[in-house]
């Protein structure tokens, strides 16, 4: 390896870097959080609402609808199918 060549590698560690995303503050990823969840809330509601037609139309099992709507709201919501 020349030294040219090794200089050129050496410079160029600024192409591979990814560009920073600007980071959240401690107050924004809380909001974010909070509205994740206040959807989580809404959707396992709504799930729960349906009727055992409306699911079986969906193509959701009745098990899986009511093991998904007894989770709590911080887990995700899980394959319903």
């Known amino acids: 390896m020349s030294v ?16 920073a995303t600007p980071r959240l503050t401690l107050t924004q ?3 974010e959080m909070f509205v994740v969840w206040r959807g989580r809330i ?4 709504y799930l729960a609402e349906l ?3 409306s699911l079986r139309e ?8 009511a093991y ?3 989770k709590p709201f911080w887990q995700k919501m ?4």
């Open 4 to 19: 040219q060549s090794r200089n050129s590698f050496v410079h160029e560690p600024h192409r591979l870097a990814t560009p």
């Open 29 to 31: 990823r809380m909001a």
């Open 42 to 45: 809404a959707a396992r509601r």
């Open 51 to 53: 009727d055992a037609r």
């Open 58 to 65: 969906a193509g959701i099992s009745p098990a899986a609808a």
């Open 68 to 70: 998904e709507c007894g």
């Open 78 to 81: 899980g394959t319903l199918r």
